[in-house]
């Protein structure tokens, strides 16, 4: 009787919860020691937990057992989908459109159709291929797309990169979810009907459509609490319910569905409200280590290595086959953006974790009602899953080398020139004469930043002052700027315009004018002003190597990255090491 009492005690879910979050904080741990990235250490744990069997999460005996946990699972995931879709800040994506358009071209074209081809025509020449027929091809194909925003959110963080191969990976990762969803429902619908690929294009806008209205529905309802009601004590709370009321909504159209949702939601409310999505992930924040431990240590116990022996050769190949799809797609789609090297060579390392959203579009093959024979659905069980556990041990890891060989890890710290995010460059800058100049990078100023003062009375107090006394300050470079008084506005903001022909203005050394950095100054940060003037006059005149890059930039993420880079520390150095940099002290 005793012993009866003690294993229903040991089956209880939230005692279960707090063996699975100690021992995974305890494996994360240990693997940084070894560093390697935490979630890679979640997810072995996890593994680890899955072959113990422990009381209450025995999938030998109860293949459901897991199943307890999935509205924690739902909501964790349901929140980084929504972080994720936060991300696509529309103000802030300026110069990115075109990278991020070819990715997803790529990642629609060229992964499926590379992952398709040598799973159909290569599967049935490895050892048990014979079952890969055109079914679980295209199938694999499209579920080969999605990524683990989760997972490259959290390493990310843990690595805290910043830099263009950052920016893409955060503002493409939710987007590559949305495509594979997109192809997996073209796909699933044209196998499973008659009617052809045109209905299975009306089947996807309609996904799309409806998960729209959810998330966007949810968005403006918190919106409108908020700006109503709520008050400031509980903007977090209102978010998540925001996530919670977008996934149970979208429950009835499939895992898939609830992703979508919680994705548009966050789209939504960043541009509708930004600050509030600020406000939720700071509320989420000081309990976020244990939410994301929890998480991917049930991510791990979720994953059967068992599955593996069994089809090896067919996993090897759709791992090889996903890696090269991922490569060929951003190295092609980066290569027509031109962005530098070292964003184009290690983006699709990047790309490689693969996570929830795969094993949303996996349950929803091998459900039983899926429609697919019973065949279609051990094999796509079998090689999705094996593959999936070996992209969650590698994939963390992977990305975490990307950030490191790009030379983008430990960037997150604040540096003089914080403000001219890629955003706020422009290449290829033109004007007839300055005044037309300074108003085409005012438009800019505005379309990018949050700014208080009218912007015709900030072009008047600009022009006002470069008639005063000239900024431009030689060797082809042009500082125009104003200053803020108390209420209109707290940070320095600036764009930089660029022109490699050069602008014929009217200059005291007869030389064209190459760059123009626009500057709005509140009283309070004068001193970093003339940091900005300083380091930026210093090194013009001192650095032919670094104006020959940076006149003659491609792109505004090749302008970017020359500005950031570590080799011109004396340009951008990190705040806190001000004190370090000769002539340059605050």
Known sequence: MFHASVNL??????????????????????????????????????????????????????????????????????????????????????????????????????????VGALLYFAGPLVPGGDVMTTQPALLLAAIAIAGAPGTTVLVIQEARARGILTRTLLAAIGLIDMVAVAVFVFITTFLGNQAGWTHALQSVFIQFGVTLVIGGGCAFIAILLTRTVVSPAFLGPTIVAAVLGSWGLAAGFGTSGGILACT????????????????????LQTIGGALFALFFTFAGMRLDFGLVPSAAALVGLYFTARLIGKCVSAFSAMSLSGVTDNVRGYLGIALLPHGGVAVGLILLVTGENSGFSEEVRTVVNTVGLSALAINQLLGPSATRFALVRSGEDHKDRPRLLDFLQEQRITVGLTGSDREATIRQLVSQLYATSKMELPQDEFVERVLARDAELSTYLGQGLMIPHAILDHGEGDEIRGVLGLSAEGLQFDTFDDRRVHAVLLLATPELERNRHLQVLSAFATAITRDANLVEQLYHARSAAHAYEVLHADKHADINYFLEDAADQAGLRP
């Open 9 to 114: 005690h040991l089956e209880d879910p939230l005692l279960n919860m707090a063996t699975v979050l100690v021992t995974g904080i305890i494996g994360g741990e240990l693997f940084a020691l070894l560093r390697l990235p935490k979630v890679t250490g979640w997810i072995a744990t996890g593994i680890l937990l899955r072959w113990i069997a422990l009381p209450g999460m025995d999938t030998g005996v109860d293949p459901k057992a897991l199943d307890r946990f999935l509205p924690y699972m739902h909501f964790v995931l349901g929140f980084i989908a929504f972080t994720v879709g936060a991300t696509l800040y529309f103000a802030s994506l300026r110069n990115t459109g075109k990278r991020i358009g070819l990715l997803l071209l790529g990642e629609t074209l060229i992964t499926p159709v590379l």
């Open 264 to 283: 548009f939601a966050g789209i939504v409310l960043t541009n509708f409200q930004h600050d509030l999505v600020r406000s939720g992930e700071a509320y």
